[in-house]
């Protein structure tokens, strides 16, 4: 039986390891990071089946309570099991085990889109969860007066998260960064790339993950990734609500942008990002 071993700081039971998988990638991101482009990218790669919605049922997402390992996908002469989850450390509880991947590839974005793509998300437009988590309604991110839009902000700049529970288990959005990147830099295998660097240059992007996973790669490979990952998660100003950068410019004035830098400034500078 398969062992995976990629441990945390965090004292856990011994893994049991997948029957018929290979290797395991977790796929991670604080929400509304681009996680779900990278499980398309990973589709791509693999070439697991895409159509009628089977993407779902090889790249699972462990917050919809699908199982690990159901389906074991073969390529590359090697039997992969992939998985995406959003919470703050790798371990997966698995019944009365925890599961721990054999690689993990973590995706950032630049926080406000973050901010002004979740808030799309728990709008109207999508989940309607803003009264659960808010109080009040909105049904587009477009409805929010600046009033509002301001107090959300402040939420999110002192939080890093809109649910700042202890019991959350996704964390805040710096906790995640600082946590899969001291795990990467403590030697694990991690590998941690930027929804901009997606943007600003796909190849070179894929091809740095593909090497990470230790699979073969061809430009005409790149071309077919690059249109099916597009394919999947085209916009519908939904769920795939804008798909660019720089979108909390359309929504945030100056000086609330100015707030959240004047308390974040360092850690945006060390994550990548300057005015």
Request: net charge neutral.
């Given at each position: 039986?398969?062992?995976?071993?990629?441990?945390?700081?965090?004292?856990?039971?011994?893994?049991?390891?997948?029957?018929?998988?290979?290797?395991?990638?977790?796929?991670?991101?604080?929400?509304?990071?681009?996680?779900?482009?990278?499980?398309?990218?990973?589709?791509?790669?693999?070439?697991?089946?895409?159509?009628?919605?089977?993407?779902?049922?090889?790249?699972?997402?462990?917050?919809?309570?699908?199982?690990?390992?159901?389906?074991p996908w073969r390529q590359f002469d090697r039997s992969w099991c992939f998985y995406k989850s959003h919470n703050k450390t790798p371990a997966i509880p698995d019944g009365d085990?925890?599961?721990?991947?054999?690689?993990?590839?973590?995706?950032?974005?630049?926080?406000?889109?973050?901010?002004?793509?979740?808030?799309?998300?728990?709008?109207?437009?999508?989940?309607?969860?803003?009264?659960?988590?808010?109080?009040?309604?909105?049904?587009?991110?477009?409805?929010?007066?600046?009033?509002?839009?301001?107090?959300?902000?402040?939420?999110?700049?002192?939080?890093?998260?809109?649910?700042?529970?202890?019991?959350?288990?996704?964390?805040?959005?710096?906790?995640?960064?600082?946590?899969?990147?001291?795990?990467r830099d403590a030697g694990g295998p991690v590998h941690i790339l930027r929804y901009e660097d997606l943007i600003d240059d796909f190849d070179t992007a894929v091809s740095a993950i593909c090497a990470f996973l230790d699979v073969p790669l061809t430009?005409?490979?790149?071309?077919?990734?690059?249109?099916?990952?597009?394919?999947?998660?085209?916009?519908?100003?939904?769920?795939?609500?804008?798909?660019?950068?720089?979108?909390?410019?359309?929504?945030?004035?100056?000086?609330?942008?100015?707030?959240?830098?004047?308390?974040?400034?360092?850690?945006?500078?060390?994550?990548?990002?300057?005015?």
């Open positions: 039986m398969t062992k995976h071993m990629i441990r945390t700081d965090h004292p856990t039971p011994p893994d049991t390891g997948i029957a018929g998988c290979d290797t395991l990638v977790g796929l991670y991101s604080f929400p509304k990071s681009g996680n779900t482009w990278l499980r398309a990218i990973i589709a791509a790669i693999f070439q697991v089946p895409v159509a009628s919605g089977m993407m779902a049922e090889y790249v699972i997402d462990t917050h919809m309570g699908q199982a690990i390992g159901k389906r085990r925890m599961i721990h991947p054999d690689r993990i590839i973590y995706i950032y974005r630049h926080p406000l889109d973050i901010f002004t793509s979740y808030l799309n998300y728990l709008s109207g437009n999508v989940t309607a969860l803003s009264q659960k988590v808010f109080g009040f309604t909105f049904d587009r991110v477009e409805d929010l007066t600046k009033a509002e839009m301001s107090r959300l902000l402040d939420r999110f700049t002192t939080h890093g998260t809109f649910d700042p529970r202890a019991a959350n288990p996704f964390g805040s959005l710096f906790d995640s960064i600082d946590n899969y990147t001291a795990l430009t005409g490979d790149l071309d077919r990734i690059r249109q099916i990952s597009e394919e999947l998660t085209a916009g519908d100003g939904k769920f795939f609500w804008k798909r660019k950068v720089g979108t909390h410019r359309d929504y945030l004035d100056q000086s609330q942008i100015d707030t959240f830098w004047q308390r974040h400034q360092d850690r945006m500078h060390a994550l990548g990002y300057h005015r």
